[in-house]
């Protein structure tokens, strides 16, 4: 009878004992990440499964080129010359020779979208319903540590510009964290920016602040942005083409040309 009973107890120990070896000998799951773009140890392994040569030699050029290039490399030109890489354009670029801005999605701190730049070229749905402007100043903002470049330019521009119905200006926040572009934080987020609307102003131009949320990789890649830690300023036309271009903190020069640009763009039929 005791015999009967040490068998019985020491029955579910060995079962138990069994099973683990068995559990232990097999691989581990794996569970789907919910956005593999941000893992890349995920995002090389979807694309090395599935993807064509395309798209791996592609990923590869994409992490070489991300490696080559860091903070530190933005920290160093940035005490080279104080986020000034070049000087902007002395004379406008002729309609022929320019290149067309990309198109990209914003947000406004309410929640509403839109896409940027509004042209009258564009083929957007919601574009006829929008107010196309002959002249837009798009102030590109990657760290909030340049925000104090982009108000050299913008308010000038508004102190000249502020009566004119044809003149628009958006002053755009790149938001490119991981976390911070879940929906929930991203909800969280805008409504913390929101700010109140001005009041009491009778001037057609307002600078209107908007933010893009998500990986600018190749749309950094396009306007051949590589300091992240600077500010950059487009004017563009009516047809969506760079006309003119800054870089950094405004000297007094560049925002004469800047000025005078938007002045000629004005009288462009």
């Keep these: 009878m005791l015999r009967s009973k040490r068998l019985l107890c020491s029955s579910p120990v060995k079962f138990y004992a069994r099973n683990c070896i068995k559990e232990e000998s097999k691989p581990f799951p794996v569970f789907p990440s919910q956005n593999p773009s941000q893992w890349s140890s995920c995002r090389s392994l979807d694309i090395y499964q599935i993807g064509s040569k395309e798209a791996i030699e592609k990923e590869r050029a994409r992490l ?14 940035m005490k080279q010359h104080g986020g000034k890489i070049a000087m902007a354009n ?16 914003v947000n406004y701190s309410d929640g509403s979208s839109l896409k940027l730049p509004i ?11 929008l107010n196309v402007a002959k002249v837009t100043l798009l102030c590109l903002s990657f760290r909030a540590s340049s925000q104090p470049m982009i108000d050299s330019w913008s308010l000038p521009f508004l102190d000249t ?14 938001i490119d964290s991981w976390l911070l572009t879940r929906n929930p934080i991203k909800k969280l987020l805008l409504k913390i920016m929101r700010k109140p609307k001005p009041g009491g102003t009778k001037d057609f131009l307002q600078r209107r602040i908007v933010y893009s949320f998500g990986d600018h990789y190749y749309f950094r890649k396009e306007l051949r942005i590589l300091n992240l830690l600077t500010g950059y300023i487009f004017l563009i036309d009516k047809m969506g083409r760079i006309r003119w271009q800054g870089f950094g903190s405004a000297k007094q020069e560049e925002l004469i040309s800047l000025l005078s640009c938007t002045s000629l763009l004005l009288d462009e039929k």
């Design 119 to 129: 042209t009258s070229a564009g083929n957007d749905a919601n574009t006829p319903k």
């Design 64 to 77: 070489k080129d991300e490696m080559n290039r860091g903070y530190f490399a933005d920290m160093a030109e």
């Design 90 to 105: 002395k004379i406008i670029i002729p309609a022929s020779a320019a290149a067309k801005f990309p198109m990209l999605d």
């Design 161 to 174: 510009f502020g009566h004119s119905g044809d003149v628009q200006l958006y002053e755009i926040s790149f």
